[in-house]
């Protein structure tokens, strides 16, 4: 556990969490989310946030990155993330009648959660998360990457290259234009291209987290930026299934 305590070292004097981490890896089984499949790594909170799991991969050698982020989730749900997911299971239900519109709301709160704890790793971690940008960059600037991924992946694979735009913007790199551009560029402005706008809008309404916190510490998130991460998970939720909740 040497290396994964030195991470959680640094991760902490970054983040400055507070609760207990315990990490430990876990079979596939364990790592599975509904509606989306199995991660290489997940984080649970309990509601009192005194304490914080992080399950990984057994059978998969991770890179430092995915365990910052997963560390990043711990911070984001410290700073508030848990009270925008109470609000988000209250419209689960009172809206979804179906099991795919549950699982569609589930699918939403984790892409919510997720380019969050992305705009975290790369603003706190830019030397570490160097290389996963990198990949990422080649992977959502390039015509031929994207189309690519949207034939192996279909909104899916679109919806990253949205998120990862999102994340990179908020976390101070600037606008990212380029990536904008290169969904024009291989999808011209059909059907693609408009699921991939409707979708880069709703996450742009997502709070930018530790930008102007001159004190080198996040601060909690206040009630209109819940509200902000509620709304959106809700924008996502209709583009995908047409139905608008409340």
Do not use: W
């Amino acid at each position: 556990m040497g290396r994964i305590s030195d991470l959680e070292e640094i991760s902490k004097a970054r983040l400055k969490f507070n609760g207990v981490v315990t990490v430990k890896s876990a079979p596939e089984s364990e790592l599975m989310v509904q509606g989306i499949g199995a991660n290489t790594a997940v984080t649970l909170s309990t509601s009192d946030l005194s304490k914080h799991l992080i399950k990984y991969a057994a059978n998969l050698r991770l890179e430092d990155s995915v365990f910052f982020h997963e560390f990043c989730h711990v911070k984001l749900n410290e700073i508030g993330f848990k009270k925008a997911e109470a609000l988000i299971e209250d419209a689960v239900a009172k809206c979804c009648s179906s099991e795919s519109e549950i699982i569609q709301m589930q699918i939403a709160r984790v892409l919510v959660a997720e380019t969050l704890a992305d705009s975290i790793l790369y603003r706190f971690f830019r030397k570490e998360s160097e290389d996963l940008r990198g990949q990422l960059d080649y992977s959502f600037c390039m015509t031929h990457s994207l189309r690519t991924i949207e034939r192996k992946y279909g909104l899916q694979g679109i919806t990253q290259a949205a998120a990862y735009r999102v994340a990179k913007e908020h976390s101070g790199f600037g606008d990212q234009v380029s990536l904008g551009g290169a969904i024009r560029e291989a999808f011209g402005r059909g059907e693609v291209a408009k699921s991939y706008d409707a979708i880069f809008a709703a996450l742009s309404e997502l709070p930018s987290i530790g930008s102007g916190d001159s004190d080198d510490t996040v601060r909690d998130l206040n009630d209109g930026e819940v509200r902000a991460i509620v709304d959106c998970a809700l924008r996502l939720f209709e583009i995908k299934t047409g139905k608008k909740c409340e």
